[in-house]
């Protein structure tokens, strides 16, 4: 049972280079979530998902995509990418309901643009 | 707006000696609380979570939290910490949409 698997683990990117992080779970739930990890700042919400096709914006959505075309699958996508989006990318899923708030988080992608 | 202060930026605790980590949330609903411990280089692990009842809570690795809604605070404690125990240490509360709001960490050093 893998839980979240996220790929890759580390990226070197150039400015104004574009990417897509994946996120994987196996474990079938409902809602998905990425979030970015800088020094100071804990984590924050770019993007979430709380279905197949359909996804919201978090607290720092802007040069940030995402597409959840299937239920197991979560894609960050970056368009042109900046310096100020040097980040440890985590994504996170959890089961639909309150009666289970537990999170499973993936190990992390960290990002470095120059 | 949901917030979450963790006033510490950095602790140091003598190994076997008693640890307590400050969380004050804001939040206009009964909050979801939640502790996260971070190792470097790795991701997040649930501590333990309170959302409603017995408002002491026992959490993996022999950690405890005491959610006082009076001073909107949800302090994580240990009576003797152990070296394996640094780490980064992260509270956060659940929002709508079961999103969670972090506070920005409390990293833990174990002095011997």
């Known amino acids: 049972n893998a839980g979240v698997t996220q790929t890759p683990k580390f990226r070197v990117l150039k400015t104004g280079q574009s990417m897509t992080l994946l996120c994987a779970q196996d474990?079938?739930?409902?809602?998905m979530y990425w979030y970015r990890q800088d020094p100071g700042m804990g984590l924050r919400l770019i993007h979430y998902?709380?279905?197949?096709?359909?996804?919201a914006k978090g607290e720092v959505p802007d040069g940030y995509n995402v597409s959840r075309l299937k239920k197991q699958n979560f894609l960050l996508g970056l368009e042109s990418a900046a310096p100020s989006q040097t980040s440890v990318y985590f994504c996170?899923?959890?089961?639909?309901?309150?009666?289970?708030?537990?999170?499973?988080f993936g190990s992390g992608t960290r990002l470095t643009v120059v | 707006a949901q917030s979450v202060t963790q006033p510490d930026i950095h602790i140091t605790v003598s190994e076997g000696a008693s640890l307590e980590l400050r969380c004050n949330y804001s939040?206009?609903?009964?909050?979801?609380l939640f502790w996260y411990v971070q190792s470097p280089g790795q991701g997040l692990q649930l501590l333990l979570k309170?959302?409603?009842?017995?408002?002491l809570v026992q959490g993996i690795k022999g950690f405890e939290a005491e959610f006082k809604r009076s001073q909107s605070s949800f302090n994580l404690r240990k009576p003797s910490v152990h070296w394996s125990d640094a780490a980064e240490y992260f509270c956060?509360?659940?929002?709508?949409?079961?999103?969670?709001?972090f506070g920005t960490g409390t990293r833990l050093l174990v002095s011997p």
């Open positions: 309170y959302f409603s009842g017995d408002t």
């Open positions: 956060a509360v659940g929002t709508g949409f079961q999103k969670l709001v």
């Open positions: 474990m079938n739930h409902e809602y």
């Open positions: 996170a899923s959890r089961p639909r309901g309150n009666s289970n708030y537990g999170y499973t």
């Open positions: 998902s709380v279905g197949e096709g359909t996804t």
């Open positions: 939040y206009g609903a009964t909050p979801y």
